[in-house]
């Protein structure tokens, strides 16, 4: 690739007291790529995420997003957070709200843009995932496939240039994975930069560019999905993908 | 013999001593609410100092008994030039006592909301006040509501304590008349029944709220 890369992070480590879960960790991430992070888990590929909009505090090296330096000012971590969506295993929809508001919230708030734009894109993003019959409806009424894809949309109404999946259909019914890897993969064609830590390997096989492996806090083996599914070189990532068979 | 008929001509003192009685009731919940909203930002906020003054709060507020501290109002204030009426210095007993109480209802309704809430706000880039005022609070409040009635209707009985430092409300009152008569049953179960009717319409009125806020569930 010729462009500059839209995330490097350098010797990047992260400890919980004597706990060191991340052991230096080097990537550079390019626009428009999708890259899936598989490993088993407690191997670091969630902790290496939540760095990345500082929802978890590195305790060594360096991180820069799109030019701007991931250190303790939180003008800069408020920045780099506009510019990175995030999808959680758990959804984390605000209850309170309704799935319209739930996608209009940071937009109005943080971006203090007007609202009747916002609603406008709001109710586009919901037609996108499929959702736009359900923009009154509290997400407590709705599936775990449905709740997802309402978080998918929340965090695109931010604009952002890159998104972050934490495990995104870890807590479906094996029913509703699907309908959620739909959408992700109409990202993929628009283009977005994507990190996704997954279970899914038929996502990482087919949507992503790249595959990570990772192990015990550092990356393990890295390479296009024929690669590492096809051609693994270390023993421990042979070992990895006959264990998830 | 008991004799209830000698209450009834007194019953229009005893309502209007009622409405001091909810006067003073309802304006220390509020002032508890927001005393207790502002102890509870204290103590969760990463402002050593402040979060040190809230457990400070709490603890003393809590832990001396509420009529020691009216008669410190009260009687101990003006000591210091600080003369108050006696309809205030029960107001500000009952609302300070009141706000530690809630304080640490708002601490258990803050703490039942799941870290997943915050992290998405996070994500999404919103700051730290705008993710409790926004998010975390409104969430908290509603799991708040049965704690917030319990202590509302606490205080709703302990307001008769304003008695001992002279307000005219439905205690004071009721033992005005209980000795005046020399009817002390028939006076005394008759305050009683008027705090009962209180504490139901009080009771009443929360469950309405939580059902109400309650839809969105």
């Not at chain 1, 109409?186 to 990482?204: D, P, Q």
């Amino acid at each position: 690739m010729i462009q500059n890369p839209i995330i490097t992070m350098e010797n990047v480590h992260k400890s919980y007291g004597d706990l060191e879960v991340l052991k230096g960790i080097d990537l550079q991430v390019y626009p428009g790529e999708v890259i899936s992070l598989i490993g088993s888990s407690g191997s670091g590929k969630s902790t290496l995420l939540r760095c990345l909009n500082h929802l978890e505090k590195i305790s060594k090296g360096t991180i820069i997003i799109d030019g701007i330096h991931l250190d303790e000012s939180s003008r800069h971590i408020n920045q780099i957070r506009r510019e990175v969506g995030m999808v959680f295993q758990q959804f984390n929809l605000f209850p309170h709200m309704t799935v319209l508001q739930n996608v209009m919230e940071a937009p109005i708030r943080v971006l203090k843009r007007d609202r009747s734009d916002v609603k406008k894109q709001a109710l586009t993003l919901l037609k996108k995932v499929g959702l736009q019959d359900k923009a009154e409806v509290y997400p407590k009424k709705l599936s775990g496939g449905q709740q997802q894809r309402v978080a998918i949309a929340r965090a695109l109404a931010m604009n952002p240039k890159i998104m972050l999946f934490d495990e995104p259909t870890s807590a479906l019914d094996p029913e509703l994975v699907n309908e959620v890897l739909l959408v992700m993969k109409e990202l993929v064609a628009e283009g977005m930069t994507m990190l996704v830590v997954t279970h899914e390997m038929s996502f990482a096989r087919d949507a992503s560019d790249r595959v990570i492996y990772m192990s015990n806090g550092i990356i393990e083996e890295t390479g296009s999905p024929d690669e590492i599914f096809h051609h693994p070189k270390s023993q421990k990532l042979k070992n990895f993908l006959v264990s998830i068979k | 013999m008991l004799d209830f008929t000698l209450v009834q001509k007194y019953i229009p003192f005893l309502i209007k001593a009622s409405w001091v009685t909810l006067e003073i009731s309802i304006l220390s919940i509020l002032i508890g609410l927001i005393l207790g909203l502002v102890i509870v930002l204290m103590k969760i906020s990463s402002i050593k100092p402040l979060s040190l003054f809230a457990d400070f709060y709490i603890w003393v507020l809590r832990g001396t008994p509420m009529l020691v501290q009216l008669f410190l109002v009260y009687f101990g204030l003006p000591q210091l030039g600080i003369e108050l009426s006696p309809f205030l210095a029960s107001l500000i007993a009952l609302g300070m006592n009141a706000g530690a109480y809630m304080a640490e209802i708002f601490r258990g309704g803050i703490q039942s909301i799941p870290k997943g809430q915050m992290e998405a706000a996070l994500s999404l880039g919103m700051d730290y006040p705008t993710i409790m005022r926004r998010i975390i609070l409104p969430q908290a409040f509603r799991v708040s509501i049965p704690g917030i009635g319990n202590e509302s209707i606490t205080l709703l009985k302990d307001s008769s304590l304003a008695s001992l430092v002279t307000v005219s409300e439905l205690m004071m009152t009721s033992q005005r008349f209980a000795s005046s008569n020399y009817a002390f049953i028939e006076f005394y179960i008759t305050a009683a029944i008027f705090y009962l009717i209180m504490t139901t319409l009080l009771t009443f009125v929360l469950r309405r709220i939580e059902s109400k806020l309650a839809v969105a569930d």
